[in-house]
């Protein structure tokens, strides 16, 4: 295990190691303390390693992981993981805004809650929330899985295109083209798996499942009142 | 019965053109989506002229005396700045607009003449990283094919806050130009009418740009320039908040800069001309002290030589050129003349990007129309194009006594109406009168 100390090593020689690794490294085990909330931590990260932090991070954690395994011990600001391309970030505290933005693939947990607009604009991440999601949460997301344990706040999968989004508690609101659909056994299934790899406790068949109604795919004068 | 046209009178109001527009509104009850640019008329740099080298002045010898072009872009936090031969650069143009041989012909030739390209909405295709020498990669709203390893492998990085043609608007892909290829880039169904995000996911205001850009260096380990790109609304803000922010380089697009799709009512009615957006753009750099610093990329309907000597007379580094560089490709070029009657139009009225259908090849994917326009044959008009512009640019430079394009300066040029006068901060021919400045 190595350990990198903020409080004394400059953020830009931690990132810049990381990156610096090759694909055969035998420094997998990474330990970075005293974040005390700096931007931009183990960004662009390409290798499959393990990186915990112990500690409170600011913006963009994680941003565009490829491969590696980041935890955070802590609460996160906006952008945790995002543009995740693959690999693993987990929150063990709560997140802020636009978690898992615009991601393309891996998983993104988050323990605690996320605030608005978690998954926005997502395109293939999958991303499991223990709590619950703020408002706006699945703006025009595109594809991937976001599976919310408790409520999703108004507007929830507003613009949605064909991201599937699986919620337990209450959906204060639906946003424009976003309905509830049909939850059979292999939704409940898949669900039930990435809860799993998630590693967050819940029952599969009391979520519900919403999506896109595809109804403001092409443009059209009678829709224009759902803008 | 015939009409005697001394009755006919037009509305000034409601001329045909307005008449037809209200007609066809009122038919199919959503605003007009097109392509190309603005067609009303504006204050250009065609309003300004060089005085040249006379009594008080020394030109350069035309065939002896050098007149350099070089310019170098990101000099204030990247370590690996771009050196460009010639200060006129292709501008973002997405893969999904442009069939794949346009923007292969435009890799081909900015590489052989020694400047960039710049990717587009819907992320990098091999294509055009094979044949650009020098990429700048477009980061946008939208985040479509957004890929880490792009971002490496990319030049310069070019965050797009807005854009001349719709400043506030995101970007539009109608059904037809949304194949498989453009889809599969894109994660989205194949055939849709595709709206972009107009604002970030992730950031909002320009103290977020600020980790916004401290992420994209961290991830690229500081090594790329990055630009910021602007549409021309309120430059005497959003350049000082732009270098505040960090950008290494500005780039500012002015309302006449093209678009592949948007609303009419949007590319005709917003933001301000290239002209006053390059003069307030020069002045807010000056009073931080950044002038040259931070460099300033500006576009939006520059065409000739002659346009970007003025631009870079004005303060500008360098210039990008979009609408004019499809022209060079073909563009409303007098052939296929059918295909242009069959879209509802004439070659030099064309507007119709937007169908998808583009009868000389260009902002096209299908198959048998892109095939019009072969890779070699685009490159090489591109390349006489951007030949041509740069010697008409050494030439007024030249003529000005200057032996660096750089060197010209707002002192080199009087503006011939006082709407030029006042937007360039130039005089009036014949006069010391810069309006709003006071002289006589
Ligand atoms: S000729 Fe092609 S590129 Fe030019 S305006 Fe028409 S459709 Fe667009």
Known sequence: MITVDLAAAPLRDLNRRLHSLPANTNERAWRITNPKGAHNIAVGLTQGIEVTIDGHVGYYCAGMNQRAHVTVNGECGWGIAENM???????????????????????LVIEGDAGARCGISMKG?????????????????????????????????????????????????????CIEKEMTGAHQAALARLLEQAEITADATRFRRYGSARKLYHFHTDHADAY | ?????????????????????????????????????????????????????????????GYRERCDTSVTLGTRFASKPIELKIPITIAGMSFGALGAHAKEALGRAATAMGTSTTTGDGGMTEEE??????????????????????????????????????????????????????????????????????????????????????ELREI???????????????????????????????????????????????????????LPAVRLAVEALQELDMHRKVQLIVSGGIRTGADVAKALAMGADAVSIGTAALVALGCNRPEYVADYHALGTEPG????????????????????????????????????????????????????????????????????????????????????????????
């Open chain 1, 125 to 177: 991440i999958d991303i499991v929330v223990g709590g619950s999601v703020g408002h706006m949460s699945a703006f025009m997301a595109q594809a991937g899985h976001l599976v919310v344990s408790g409520d999703a706040g108004p507007a929830l999968g507003d613009s949605i295109y064909e991201a599937v989004l699986y919620v337990q508690g209450r959906v204060a609101s639906l946003g424009a083209d």
């Open chain 2, 349 to 440: 009225f064309c507007h119709h990007c937007h169908t998808g259908r583009c009868p000389v090849g260009v902002t096209t994917q299908i198959p048998e129309l892109e095939a019009r326009l072969r890779p070699e044959q685009g490159a090489r008009r591109m390349q006489n194009f951007l030949t041509t512009m740069t010697l008409e640019l050494q030439t007024l430079a030249r003529a000005c006594g200057k032996s660096h394009v750089l060197n010209l300066e707002p002192e080199d040029m009087v503006a011939l109406t006082i709407e030029a006068a006042a937007m360039a901060g130039v005089p009036l021919a014949g006069t010391n009168w810069i309006p709003g400045r006071g002289g006589l």
């Open chain 2, 1 to 61: 019965m015939t009409v005697d046209p001394r009755l006919l009178r037009e509305s000034a109001t409601f001329p045909r053109e307005v008449l037809a527009e209200i007609h066809r509104a009122a038919d199919e009850g959503l605003y007009y989506i097109r392509g190309f640019g603005t067609k009303r008329k504006l204050p250009t740099f065609d309003d300004l002229v060089f005085l040249g080298a006379s009594l008080s002045r020394y030109p350069l010898e």
């Open chain 2, 220 to 274: 690229t380990d500081w090594e790329k320039p990055i630009y910021v790109k602007i549409g021309a609304t309120r430059p005497q803000y959003d350049v000082p908040l732009a270098v505040k922010a960090g950008a290494d380089v500005i780039v500012l697009d002015g309302m006449q800069g093209g678009t592949a799709a948007t609303q009419d009512v949007f590319i005709e009615h917003a933001g301000i001309p290239l």
């Open chain 1, 85 to 107: 391309m693959s690999g693993v970030v987990r929150v063990k505290g709560n997140a802020s805004q636009a978690a898992g933005a615009t991601g393309h693939g891996g998983l």
């Open chain 2, 129 to 214: 990283r094979r044949s650009s020498k020098t990429l700048v990669y477009q980061y946008l709203p939208s985040r479509y094919g957004m890929n880490p390893d792009d971002l490496r492998r990319a030049d310069a990085i070019e965050i797009v806050v807005g854009q001349g043609a719709k400043p506030g608007g995101g970007g539009m892909l109608l059904g037809m130009k949304i194949t498989e290829r453009v889809a599969g880039m894109r994660t989205l169904p194949v055939g849709i009418d595709q709206r972009s995000a107009c604002r970030h996911p992730d950031w909002t205001g320009p103290d977020d740009l600020t980790i916004k850009i401290q």
